[in-house]
Structure formats: structure tokens, C-alpha cells
């Protein structure tokens, strides 16, 4: 995806029946983060975001909090997402409202074209409606009768509405979705051509007026559907030269046809541009469910950005969850990350480095030839075009092996013990890194990077500046700590701890045979299967498994993996999971851990036969160091095995995998 002659990059426009979740945060830092990236390319870049607030939420949501004026409510909720936004460090340059006047105007002028042009008639509707959504419903859309998005069953609408010909741009949006980046992920490309090949309908764009949001220009008996109204926003919210560059909206998957299929149409109809990429991200889950204001399970970010800080929670939402695929939201995690990754790696690279240059060059450090072998570590182009494909974790990912090799190459040569000529190549070499770093971490961690260059006692570089042996020298000014540790919370009194080690007999291991595999209803990469663990368990266990890019249906039938069978009950995506299978990964190959030659239910051991614990959990789990090993797996330097044989795996892998 290149640059062209400039970039506009744009969040979804959120309702304001609450305050923003870890989800809509999630969206904006990433959009955040590729603004400033793209700036850092020299790039006029425009970065928009705002709200939706020609909802019917919007009134639902004022009465409940006791507003009289709907337009008071939208101005305060308007200035509290404001807030949140600053907090977090985003640095958007368009903050669009949908009750502004000039939304207004450019939403019934693009209305009123599109119905000049033919595309635009009145008629009767019956059907759907999802007011979670604000969209009709069809029948294939449920689940058992229920939205997939918020488990509420949609009401029967009868209206008189304008429609939108929709059916039209069929074949015009089969093309344009066919486009390779039009719909990023892949997959995600996938699910709108299957869409718009199942044949598209008309849809109805307008709705009784409720005495809130935009009038049909020519008709005050109805309002705009508030998407039809709302998608207008990426015009009314921006000038149009940003319209002939590269222009990426940001979306959840749960909004991905509006994006994707209706708002092309909309603009095929008015004959304006199109965007470059419709880019949808996947969901959090929290206890296994998604995200959402309207299922009650909403994590508030600020209370992460006050308790652990706004570069922490920037950096662990991009570096845990590849962007475009599902994730699960863990502070543990985050503390983790946090821990081993800011403070042990980047934060001891910056005090080490500029500890040794403090204590050795006092009045200064000089530019010095470079250590080649540390610079040729450094790959900015892969950075960049990670970060070109959007593929913003492995982008981070690529910038921590540099940190890394850094830390490696201080414990390789040992500065410390250096003199003269070869301890300034050295240090200067680390401190131009130090630089660099700086440099390639600010649109994740802009915090971060500016405490950074205030130790160096350097400017803000550009992406054109990431070259080791610019700088002609250093007058450092050594500050605090980038990243302090966070400490182990104290237990509360009277708690009962778990044991410092946990042991292989902690786990009930078991030989289990697929009988049954379904697709995950609300998850794209899931898979549904139901297990035979022996007589001696009345009912068939059931478990929700990631492994469906990797087997078909078909072939794991009658398959004998290996259950972690105590493993706690979790609800994934709203479907029970009562245990775990396992498996070794390499990254780009699966293998599950079979046993075809026992019988069902038969325990797993190596030479402990102690009784299991009644449940673990699964950070016990991975706590339990498993390997591959010549095609079977290990613990202790011991072969997992029942009865009659070992635990094998599947298929041919490497040694040294850890199972999961």
C-alpha cells in the first residue's frame, strides 16, 4: 500500500450512550498509531475520528440520565469522549460531531443527489430491526433467532421509508470487493464477497422523525436512517484533498457491511471517490464474550491508563493481538508485557546504555566508526512496510528484535570492560540505536520516546533520520527510570496461594475421541467439538478449539487428541468450553497431540499417578513446560504416554515446541 499524495486514516464514529470501552479505544490508538507513523514518513496526513450522535441511543440514553435537552447530553458526552481521547494520547487532526451543521448539509445534499440520480424511492417496509445494530435484520443474519452481536432477538418493524437501490451496484461492488486491498484481512474480503454474491436487497434509509436527527431535505415526516446519515461523516469531516491519497477507515467486523457494501454504493450513486482500504479488526473478548456496552461488560481505558500508564496500554493492545484477528483482553498479561518487555528489555537498554556513557564521557560522547555488526541488525524498510500493510504488531515486533540484538550485543562485548577507541565504537554505536529506537516506538509510545530524546538530548526525528551514525555526537542528560516494574499485588489475608512449582500430576490428561465437529457461531477461526472421554463419563465433554485454519471438518473425526479435562469452564464467544485440547505450534503449522491406540478416558502420565486437581487454571497450565521432542512430547526430559504408547504428534514438527 504506498503513499500516494496524502494519507487519511479514519476511526468509525461512535455512539454516545456511554463512555469509550477498551474496544473503541483499541480502534482509535491503532488509527492513532498509523497517522502518526505515515507523519513520520512526511506524509500529509489527516487523522479523523468523532461521534455518532444522531442515534436513537442517543435519546434513549439522555432520558435514562435524566436530560430533558438531547442536544445538552450530546454536548456533554461529546466533551467526556474528548477527554478520554486526550488522555490516551491521540493526536487526531478532525474531530467530527453528527449534529453539526455542516454534516447536516453535506448528509441531505448527498441524499438529495442520490435521489435526483434515481437511487432513492419511497415504499412500504416490513421486517427486522435491531435496535442495538440500528439496522434490519435478515433472517440468515441470526443466530437462533438472536442478533450474533448482542443477543437480543430483533423487533417486527412495519414503516413507510425511502429506499436505497442497493441491488443496483451488485455487480459494481463485486468488483470492487474482488480489488486484493480493498477489504483487509483476507478473510474478512472473504465475508463481503460471499455477501454481496448471496444477492443484495434494496435497503430502507429513512425513518419516521422521532423529532431527533436529520430531515429528509424534502420531506420533515422523516428523518435519515442514522447510517445512512452517519457514513457521511468521512466527507463532512474532512477536506477533499484528502480524498485523492491512500484513505483507510478502520472498522470492527461488526460494521464491516456498512463500510464495505453500503457506504461504495453510496458513493457510486454520487459518483465521488472511493477509499483505498475498508480495514476491519476483530473483537476482545472478556470471560469469553465480546466487548460491549449493551452486554454490560465494558472495560473502562482510562482505568488502565491511570493504574499502569498510557504507553503501557498502547503498546500491550498492539503487541498482544495481531490487528485484523480476535483477541482476549488480560491485565495479567498487560502486567507481563509491561514487566518483561518495557521494563526489562527497552527501559534497561536506555539506563544501560546511557548509564555507560554518563559514567565514561562525562563531556561528551563523539562520533565514532560504527559497529557494523550491531547496525546490520537494523531493517527500517520491513518496519516501514509492515507498517504500509498495516500490520502494525509485526511491525513492533521487528523494532523489539532490534532492541533485543542490542541488549545481546552489551552482554556479548561487555562494554565495560572496554577502552579507548573500541569503547566509544561501541557506545556510540548502542547510543545512535537509543536514537533510532526512540524514533521507530513514538507513534506506539510517544510518551515514551519523548523521555527518550530528553536523556539524549535530542530533537524528535522522521522515519528519514533512522540511520545509525548521523548524529555528530552526545551530551546525554540522564533522567529516571523509563519503565518501573510492577510489583506482585499482596495477597489479601486468610487467601490461600497457589504452590510456587505445579506439577504434572496437577493435570487430568486425557485420551479423547472427536465425534462431532461444528463451526463456532460468532467466531470465524473456531471450531465447536464435541469429545467421547470414556465410559466411566456419562456425557460427551465439549470444547471450543482455534485449530480450524489448520483441519478440516472431516479429518478430525474419530481423531484421539489429548484433553486437559480440569481445566476451568470459560464461555468463549458465548459458547461453553469445558476443557482444553493440545497442541504444538511453529507459527505457520499446527500438530495436535494424539494417541490412537488407547482407549478413551485413559489418563495421560509420565511416572506420577497421583490424583489430579479437581480444577486448574489456565495460567497454571502455562506454567507447565511441555516440548516436542522427536516427534512426541516431553516433561522433565520424560515421554507423555498412556497405558499402551506414547503421545505422538500429527504431523512432522520441530523439537522444542512448547505445547498450548
Given at each position: 500500500?504506498?503513499?500516494?499524495?496524502?494519507?487519511?486514516?479514519?476511526?468509525?464514529?461512535?455512539?454516545?450512550?456511554?463512555?469509550?470501552?477498551?474496544?473503541?479505544?483499541?480502534?482509535?490508538?491503532?488509527?492513532?498509531?498509523?497517522?502518526?507513523?505515515?507523519?513520520?514518513?512526511l506524509t500529509d496526513t489527516f487523522f479523523l475520528t468523532g461521534l455518532d450522535e444522531n442515534s436513537s441511543k442517543t435519546v434513549k440514553a439522555a432520558k435514562e440520565k435524566g436530560y430533558q435537552d438531547i442536544q445538552k447530553y450530546a454536548d456533554d458526552m461529546a466533551k467526556e469522549w474528548i477527554d478520554v481521547w486526550k488522555k490516551l494520547n491521540i493526536d487526531y487532526d478532525g474531530f467530527i460531531r453528527t449534529t453539526s451543521q455542516k454534516h447536516k448539509k453535506i448528509a441531505q445534499d448527498f441524499f438529495t443527489k442520490s435521489y435526483k440520480k434515481g437511487d432513492i424511492y419511497f415504499g412500504d417496509y416490513e421486517g427486522l430491526y435491531c435496535y442495538g445494530c440500528e439496522e434490519f435484520k435478515r433472517e440468515t443474519d441470526l443466530v437462533?433467532?438472536?442478533?450474533?452481536?448482542?443477543?437480543?432477538?430483533?423487533?417486527?418493524?412495519?414503516?413507510?421509508?425511502?429506499?436505497?437501490?442497493?441491488?443496483?451496484?451488485?455487480?459494481?461492488?463485486?468488483?470492487?470487493?474482488?480489488?486484493?486491498?480493498?477489504?483487509?484481512p483476507k478473510n474478512r474480503r472473504n465475508e463481503i464477497i460471499t455477501f454481496v454474491k448471496s444477492g443484495l436487497n434494496d435497503i430502507s434509509i429513512s425513518r419516521p422523525n422521532n423529532g431527533w436527527g436529520i430531515e429528509v431535505p424534502f420531506d420533515k415526516s422523516q428523518n435519515l436512517w442514522v447510517w445512512f446519515d452517519a457514513l457521511y461523516n468521512?466527507?463532512?469531516?474532512?477536506?477533499?484533498?484528502?480524498?485523492?491519497?491512500?484513505?483507510?477507515?478502520?472498522?470492527?467486523?461488526?460494521?464491516?457491511?456498512?463500510?464495505?457494501?453500503?457506504?461504495?454504493?453510496?458513493?457510486?450513486?454520487?459518483?465521488?471517490?472511493l477509499p483505498t482500504t475498508i480495514f476491519s479488526h476483530?473483537?476482545?473478548?472478556?470471560?469469553?464474550?465480546?466487548?460491549?456496552?449493551?452486554?454490560?461488560?465494558?472495560?473502562?481505558?482510562?482505568?488502565?491508563?491511570?493504574?499502569?500508564?498510557?504507553?503501557?496500554?498502547?503498546?500491550?493492545?498492539?503487541?498482544?493481538?495481531?490487528?485484523?484477528?480476535?483477541?482476549?483482553?488480560?491485565?495479567?498479561?498487560?502486567?507481563?508485557?509491561?514487566?518483561?518487555?518495557?521494563?526489562?528489555?527497552?527501559?534497561?537498554?536506555?539506563?544501560?546504555?546511557?548509564?555507560?556513557?554518563?559514567?565514561?564521557?562525562?563531556?561528551?560522547?563523539?562520533?565514532?566508526?560504527?559497529?557494523?555488526?550491531?547496525?546490520?541488525?537494523?531493517?527500517?524498510?520491513?518496519?516501514?512496510?509492515?507498517?504500509?500493510?498495516?500490520?502494525?504488531?509485526?511491525?513492533?515486533?521487528?523494532?523489539?528484535?532490534?532492541?533485543?540484538?542490542?541488549?545481546?550485543?552489551?552482554?556479548?562485548?561487555?562494554?565495560?570492560?572496554?577502552?579507548?577507541?573500541?569503547?566509544?565504537?561501541?557506545?556510540?554505536?548502542?547510543?545512535?540505536?537509543?536514537?533510532?529506537?526512540a524514533i521507530l516506538v513514538s507513534p506506539f509510545m510517544p510518551e515514551a520516546s519523548e523521555k527518550i530524546n530528553?536523556?539524549?538530548?535530542?530533537?524528535?526525528?522522521?522515519?528519514?533520520?533512522?540511520?545509525?551514525?548521523?548524529?555528530?555526537?552526545?551530551?546525554?542528560?540522564?533522567?529516571?527510570?523509563?519503565?518501573?516494574?510492577?510489583?506482585?499485588?499482596?495477597?489479601?489475608?486468610?487467601?490461600?496461594?497457589?504452590?510456587?512449582?505445579?506439577?504434572?500430576?496437577?493435570?487430568?490428561?486425557?485420551?479423547?475421541?472427536?465425534?462431532?465437529?461444528?463451526?463456532?457461531?460468532?467466531?470465524?477461526?473456531?471450531?465447536?467439538?464435541?469429545?467421547?472421554?470414556?465410559?466411566?463419563?456419562?456425557?460427551?465433554?465439549?470444547?471450543?478449539?482455534?485449530?480450524?485454519?489448520?483441519?478440516?471438518?472431516?479429518?478430525?473425526?474419530?481423531?484421539?487428541?489429548?484433553?486437559?479435562?480440569?481445566?476451568k469452564k470459560a464461555v468463549i464467544r458465548g459458547v461453553e468450553s469445558q476443557g482444553m485440547l493440545l497442541a504444538v505450534s511453529d507459527g505457520k503449522k499446527l500438530s495436535l497431540l494424539t494417541a490412537p491406540k488407547s482407549r478413551n478416558g485413559e489418563r495421560i502420565f509420565i511416572d506420577l499417578r497421583e490424583k489430579a486437581k479437581n480444577v486448574v487454571e489456565i495460567k497454571d497450565f502455562e506454567r507447565l513446560n511441555l516440548l516436542s521432542k522427536n516427534g512426541k512430547i516431553i516433561y522433565t526430559n520424560k515421554y507423555l504416554r498412556t497405558e499402551k504408547e506414547e503421545v505422538v504428534l500429527d504431523k512432522k514438527m520441530k523439537d522444542n515446541l512448547k505445547v498450548s
Open positions: 500500500m504506498k503513499n500516494k499524495k496524502t494519507f487519511y486514516v479514519t476511526t468509525p464514529i461512535y455512539y454516545i450512550n456511554s463512555r469509550p470501552t477498551i474496544g473503541s479505544a483499541y480502534t482509535t490508538i491503532a488509527a492513532d498509531i498509523i497517522a502518526r507513523w505515515n507523519r513520520l514518513s437462533k433467532g438472536l442478533c450474533p452481536y448482542h443477543q437480543t432477538e430483533p423487533s417486527k418493524v412495519k414503516e413507510k421509508n425511502y429506499f436505497f437501490k442497493l441491488s443496483k451496484y451488485t455487480k459494481k461492488l463485486l468488483s470492487l470487493v474482488n480489488k486484493r486491498d480493498f477489504i483487509m468521512y466527507k463532512s469531516g474532512v477536506d477533499k484533498k484528502y480524498w485523492k491519497g491512500t484513505v483507510i477507515h478502520l472498522v470492527g467486523k461488526d460494521i464491516q457491511k456498512f463500510h464495505a457494501v453500503t457506504w461504495p454504493a453510496m458513493l457510486l450513486s454520487t459518483g465521488e471517490s476483530g473483537f476482545f473478548t472478556v470471560n469469553g464474550q465480546k466487548i460491549s456496552k449493551s452486554l454490560g461488560n465494558a472495560i473502562d481505558p482510562t482505568y488502565f491508563a491511570n493504574k499502569y500508564g498510557v504507553d503501557t496500554l498502547r503498546f500491550y493492545l498492539i503487541r498482544e493481538i495481531p490487528f485484523g484477528q480476535d483477541g482476549d483482553f488480560s491485565e495479567e498479561s498487560l502486567k507481563a508485557r509491561h514487566n518483561n518487555e518495557l521494563a526489562n528489555d527497552l527501559g534497561n537498554l536506555v539506563s544501560r546504555v546511557l548509564t555507560l556513557v554518563d559514567n565514561n564521557f562525562k563531556n561528551g560522547l563523539k562520533k565514532s566508526p560504527l559497529d557494523k555488526k550491531l547496525i546490520s541488525k537494523l531493517n527500517i524498510k520491513n518496519i516501514d512496510s509492515h507498517m504500509q500493510k498495516l500490520e502494525l504488531q509485526q511491525a513492533l515486533n521487528e523494532t523489539w528484535k532490534f532492541i533485543n540484538e542490542c541488549n545481546k550485543h552489551i552482554n556479548d562485548e561487555k562494554p565495560w570492560e572496554l577502552k579507548g577507541k573500541e569503547l566509544e565504537k561501541h557506545l556510540y554505536t548502542l547510543t545512535e540505536s537509543v536514537r533510532v529506537i530528553k536523556q539524549l538530548n535530542v530533537k524528535s526525528g522522521k522515519l528519514k533520520d533512522c540511520k545509525l551514525g548521523l548524529m555528530k555526537g552526545y551530551k546525554i542528560k540522564k533522567g529516571e527510570i523509563l519503565f518501573r516494574k510492577i510489583e506482585q499485588e499482596e495477597p489479601p489475608k486468610n487467601s490461600v496461594e497457589l504452590k510456587e512449582e505445579i506439577g504434572f500430576e496437577d493435570f487430568d490428561f486425557r485420551v479423547a475421541e472427536i465425534k462431532g465437529v461444528k463451526d463456532h457461531p460468532n467466531a470465524d477461526k473456531l471450531y465447536i467439538l464435541l469429545l467421547d472421554v470414556g465410559k466411566e463419563n456419562a456425557d460427551d465433554v465439549q470444547i471450543i478449539s482455534g485449530i480450524k485454519d489448520y483441519y478440516e471438518k472431516q479429518d478430525l473425526i474419530g481423531k484421539k487428541i489429548i484433553l486437559l479435562k480440569n481445566l
